[in-house]
């Protein structure tokens, strides 16, 4: 998955940061091969340089900080990436 015009829009007002967390909506989540259960929450997080997007599913009610030095290398484990 990509990032959206909206996410564009949103890093175009905050220049400063380089990922988005977000809730997924309605339409995203019915592209995952496995959606997620009725106990979690779909959640993305978007990275600004090529819009790449990672999708993961939280226990409802729980959160992630969306602080930039707290996505990059939650983005990464996402990824598969390796530090």
């Not at 996410?7 to 940061?17: I, K, Q």
């Not at 496995?34 to 779909?42: E, F, K, L, S």
């Not at 993961?56 to 996505?71: P, R």
């Amino acid at each position: 998955m990509h990032a959206t015009d909206t996410d564009s829009l949103w890093f175009h007002d905050n220049p400063e940061r380089q990922f988005r967390l977000r809730r997924q909506t309605p339409a995203e989540i019915r592209q995952w091969p496995v959606p997620p259960d009725a106990t979690q929450t779909a959640w993305c997080v978007i990275r600004r340089e090529d819009g790449a997007l990672e999708a993961f599913g939280l226990a409802e009610g729980d959160t992630w900080d969306d602080a930039d030095d707290e996505l990059a290398p939650f983005f990464a484990k996402l990824r598969g990436d390796r530090p």
